[in-house]
């Protein structure tokens, strides 16, 4: 049994940032109770050592993968950035959606759907290799991924990014950091309003440490100095933390205090990588037939083959309800 314990760091906009991480923790700990007293659920506890199952894969890739982002919504969408460049989307059965673009991107993070003068749309906020933040977008007549401004105020090269749902009019959640300054988590939320992109800033979050991945909770923002990428896993009185450390999985329910080890058993025509290189996760599918949500892992799974793994978390996720 391996636990390991994650810096973290809150950052609701309702949330004081100057206060202290353990008041921060108490606040966000409370609201958790408030849920869990609301639904008469207790938090499930996950034992180390759990094994999913790998349920279907992608064809072989066309290269090693730089980042992977899901996107909720009527039709569910998994993003794949290249290594070595390259975006391309794909459906919930790991069929191409159009054309592969050109973009070289070194990180993704969670997409959100929306619809903009009629027409459905799928936003997925990436890094360039250059440090922009950009959003990528699916939707109605277009053949490959698309790029557009990301309005945030970032006047330094953008080191890492987050998002998550946008509560009543946003369109998400969205927090990062930039590469000379990786100890503070700006925070805000991008609305559409006539066809434009605006951002909204939030509070800024300040850490004791250099983040290296962050992600949105049901009601907090978490950040990592070590977890190479991590995803939020929320579906009823379950509310984990999936995360990736040194190509091994974890998971927790308590904002990443604890985090137990978990593994990935292959299907019976489906090859999980033995060392991921990216993750994405999402508690609710509305798409795909997995009524248990979904993880997403990609890596090499043969010498010279990589493929993303599509990972059914049902053990977690439908044995709480």
């Known amino acids: 049994m391996q636990f390991k314990r994650w810096r973290l760091s809150a950052a609701s906009p309702l949330v004081n940032a100057g206060v202290g991480l353990a008041l921060l923790f108490t606040a966000s700990a409370c609201s958790k109770q408030d849920k869990q007293a609301d639904s008469g659920a207790e938090a499930p506890v996950i034992a180390a050592g759990t094994v999913l199952p790998a349920v279907w894969s992608t064809r072989p890739l066309e290269g090693e993968v ?20 390259g975006l391309q989307f794909y459906d919930m059965e790991a069929e191409k959606l159009g054309e592969k673009s ?10 959100q ?10 936003v997925f906020p990436g890094i360039t290799r250059d440090g922009e933040l950009k959003a990528y977008i699916y939707g109605e007549g277009l053949i490959a991924p698309a790029q557009i401004d990301l309005p945030v105020n970032a006047d330094k090269a953008i080191g890492g990014v987050c998002s998550g749902p946008a509560p009543g009019t946003g369109l998400m959640r969205l927090a990062f950091w930039t590469e000379t300054n990786n100890r503070v988590l700006q925070n805000g939320i991008i609305r559409e309003a006539d066809g434009e992109l605006a951002w909204t800033a939030g509070t800024s979050t300040f850490t004791d440490f250099p983040v290296k991945s962050c992600a949105f909770t049901s ?3 978490v950040a990592s100095p070590r977890a190479s990428s991590a995803a939020s896993l929320v579906r009823g009185p379950l509310d984990a933390l999936v995360s990736l450390e040194d190509g091994k999985l974890g998971i927790s329910t308590d904002l990443g205090m604890t985090n137990a080890e978990i593994s990935v058993k292959d299907g019976i ?11 994405a996760a999402m508690g609710t599918m509305m798409s795909g037939g997995y009524p248990g949500g979904l993880i997403v892992i990609a890596g090499e799974t043969r010498p010279g083959e990589h493929h993303a793994v599509f990972v059914d978390p049902s053990p977690l996720t439908l044995s709480t309800n």
């Open 66 to 85: 730089a980042s992977i982002a899901l996107s909720g919504g009527l039709r569910g969408i998994l993003a794949v950035a290249y290594e070595k460049g």
């Open 102 to 111: 050109n973009f070289r991107l070194k990180s993704l993070a969670g997409g």
């Open 113 to 122: 759907s929306s619809v903009v003068e009629e027409r459905s749309i799928t």
């Open 219 to 221: 009601d907090t923002l």
């Open 269 to 279: 025509t489906v090859v999980a990588p033995d060392t991921p290189v990216a993750l």
